[in-house]
């Protein structure tokens, strides 16, 4: 069964500066991938989607992800982040196996930008 | 349109009560998600709806938990004989009928058990 690791919970980093998110999943077979972004105390917005084509993907705020499939890894990155970048983000895999395309999410990476 | 709406948006409850969530998809959106999420994970799968037929269903989803959509639009999420356990956020997301899109959530409903 398709599962999705987000090895850090927490990255705490300082404004201004880069950072990465990362995301592994465990089967290679065409997969759909996201990125979703929980402010507090509200929803899961989409941030970014791999469906197909161009490998690197980008959001309207700066943020960009690289499907890499033989690594089968989709690591979400920001060159210089700001105070309100601070959220939780899950990497998300559509399980469209079954038809439904339900998603298989990580666990989640908690970012604390600090100032 | 205003998206994905859940109500409500917080349930306290005693436990062995009976609670019932409702969601309301983006009008023209024909599949309906239910996932769970507890505090320090991610949102897991429960159940899934194509227009009003129930097409997949999580072992997570035990037989205290009943779902179902009719006509196709708003969805309903029941749980009975609640237990301590089932304290969650509970969320509710559509996607149109494309082979692939992006599905959009609700802010949930956070249910407390006591």
């Known amino acids: 069964a398709q599962s999705v690791t987000q090895l850090d919970s927490q990255v705490p980093v300082f404004e201004e500066a880069p950072v990465e998110l990362r995301c592994n999943y465990s089967?290679?077979?065409?997969?759909?991938l996201f990125w979703y972004v929980q402010y507090p105390n509200q929803g899961l917005q989409l941030l970014l989607k791999?469906?197909?084509?161009?490998?690197l993907v980008e959001s309207i705020n700066g943020f960009e992800a690289e499907f890499n499939k033989s690594q089968t890894s989709f690591h979400l990155r920001k060159p210089s982040v700001h105070i309100s970048d601070t959220a939780e983000y899950f990497c998300a895999v559509s399980d469209f196996n079954s038809g439904t395309y339900k998603y298989i999410f990580g666990t989640g990476t908690r970012l604390k930008v600090l100032a | 349109d205003t998206g994905v709406s859940q109500n409500p948006r917080h349930k306290i409850t005693k436990r062995g009560q009976n609670v019932t969530f409702r969601c309301d998809p983006i009008?023209?959106?024909?599949?309906l998600y239910w996932y769970r999420q507890t505090l320090g994970q991610g949102p897991e799968f429960l159940t899934y709806f194509q227009n009003e037929a129930q097409l997949e269903k999580s072992r997570l989803l035990s037989d205290r938990f009943s779902a179902e959509r009719p006509k196709g639009s708003f969805s309903t999420l029941e749980i009975q004989r609640t237990e301590q356990g089932d304290s969650a956020m509970y969320l509710c997301?559509?996607?149109?009928?494309?082979?692939?899109?992006?599905?959009?959530f609700g802010p949930g409903t956070r249910l407390t058990v006591l």
């Open positions: 089967s290679s077979v065409s997969v759909y």
């Open positions: 009008s023209e959106h024909n599949r």
């Open positions: 791999y469906l197909s084509g161009s490998t």
């Open positions: 997301a559509s996607s149109s009928g494309l082979a692939v899109s992006e599905q959009f």
